[in-house]
């Protein structure tokens, strides 16, 4: 039986998710965005069949939709389909960073045609839009599944086989418990981000030169800081309860490491120190979603032009493609740590031994 899903917002997730929902068999993929151009580009590059000229008419058509709009306007799309007749029973998911906003909207509905599951791809990037959008963004990372109103084992199973191209782990959460989580491994890490590149701002003013020095460790931790500042404004709001815990908890520990700089307190702050390398070492990191998106590997280079033409043609010589290439401290001219990011393992694996025999000192975990 043909399938016919909606996907709603073509941004970096909706665009996302259906690039794997094309992929599905007896599936039709329609679209819908307020952005006219992201509609073209989605029917131009094959990521949805269609696009519909509102959104009532795509949920007309179909027996499923995915709204993958920023929270408030999935909250209007949830009102806008309780208010609709509907012929048939509609499967509703969404992609929202947070839940309980959304399993509010989802347990005033009254009407029973709809079945609702919220979902959150635990996979993205600092990027927005649609041609930010890739197929493989969800590959090994958790997508968390919270059940509402209306939705029964088979709608949650349906939801998973639906989206099975994406190879993600699918894992069904409360809804609580999805913002706790979510809001300590994700949501309250950005914030820090941004008050670290603030800092770093406030004393560019006392040294001009001084960001000329930010290099692996700085860039490394505040690459989020880049993300899109309106949806992470509005993902921080809507966790409000778990961030406000989380920030008087961070003054806390800050207080606590004040001190312990403060009474020159070595074996204590060599406790702590050696306390976060060991629980962050043990993070899963073959997993998208904890910490890395990608398969990493680290190349010690020492010329660093002839190094990175070098490391590139060896590879492309295996066919290995590389996602991603960033030079980590780097000390002009002289020394550096290559990070390549690849997409799966088995590429991660083969470059690292093509690597090796050509005389290259590697290491995955850095
Ligand atoms: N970016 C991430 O890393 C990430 C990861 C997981 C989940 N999410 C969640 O996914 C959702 C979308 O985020 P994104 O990163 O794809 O953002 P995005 O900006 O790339 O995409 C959002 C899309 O929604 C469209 N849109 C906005 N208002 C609309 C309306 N009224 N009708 C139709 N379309 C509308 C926009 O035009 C845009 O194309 C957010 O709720 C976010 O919390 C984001
Ligand atoms: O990789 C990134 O840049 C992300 O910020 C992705 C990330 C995250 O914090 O891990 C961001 C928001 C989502 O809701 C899920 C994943």
Redesign the pocket.
């Known amino acids: 039986m043909e399938t016919t899903i909606l996907v ?9 998710i259906a690039l794997n929902l094309k992929k599905q068999n007896h599936t039709t993929v329609i679209g ?4 006219k151009d ?1 509609m073209d580009y989605a029917v131009r590059t094959g990521m949805i069949d269609q696009f519909v000229p509102s ?1 009532e008419e795509g949920v007309q058509l179909s027996d499923v939709v995915v709204l ?4 408030s ?2 909250i ?2 949830l009102q806008t389909i309780d208010n609709m007749s509907l012929s048939q029973p509609l499967l509703v998911t ?5 839940k309980k906003p959304i399993m509010e909207a989802a347990s005033k509905l009254q009407n029973n045609a709809i079945h609702f599951v919220g979902g ?11 041609e ?2 890739k197929a493989h963004l969800f590959e090994n990372a958790f997508y968390l599944l919270v059940p509402g109103k209306g939705s029964s084992d088979k709608d949650v199973e349906k939801l998973e086989s639906l989206l099975e191209s994406t190879r993600s782990h699918f894992v069904t959460v409360g809804e609580q418990e999805h913002d706790q989580m979510t809001g300590v491994i994700s949501h309250f890490p950005h914030l820090i981000a941004s008050s670290l590149v603030h800092q770093a701002k406030n004393w560019h003013r006392v040294y001009p030169f001084m960001h000329e020095l930010a290099a692996g460790g700085f860039r490394d931790i505040t690459r989020i800081a880049s ?2 500042p ?2 992470w404004n ?2 921080l709001l809507q966790n409000k309860d778990t961030i406000l815990t989380l920030l008087t908890d961070w003054i806390t520990e800050m207080n606590h490491l004040k001190e312990l700089v403060e009474t020159d307190d070595h074996s204590k702050l060599q406790t702590y120190l050696a306390d976060a390398k060991q629980f962050r070492d043990g993070l899963p990191i073959k997993k998208k979603g904890a910490i890395p998106s990608f398969y990493d590997v680290y190349v010690d280079i020492h010329d660093q032009a002839g190094a990175l033409s070098e490391v590139t043609h060896l590879l492309a010589q295996s066919k290995i493609s590389i996602v991603n290439i960033q030079i980590l401290e780097v000390r002009e001219g002289i020394t550096g740590v290559l990070r390549l990011s690849f997409q799966t393992e088995e590429d991660q694996k083969r470059s690292k031994l093509v690597l090796e025999r050509n005389g290259y000192e590697t290491t995955i975990q850095y």
Request: net charge negative; glycine share 12%; with cysteine.
């Open positions: 709603s917002g073509l941004g970096l997730i909706g665009g996302s819908f965005d307020q952005n992201s959104f993958a709009t920023p929270v306007v999935c209007d799309y969404d992609v929202s960073s947070v959150h791809p635990m996979a993205g990037s600092h990027k927005h839009g649609v930010a959008a993300s899109h309106k949806m509005d993902i």
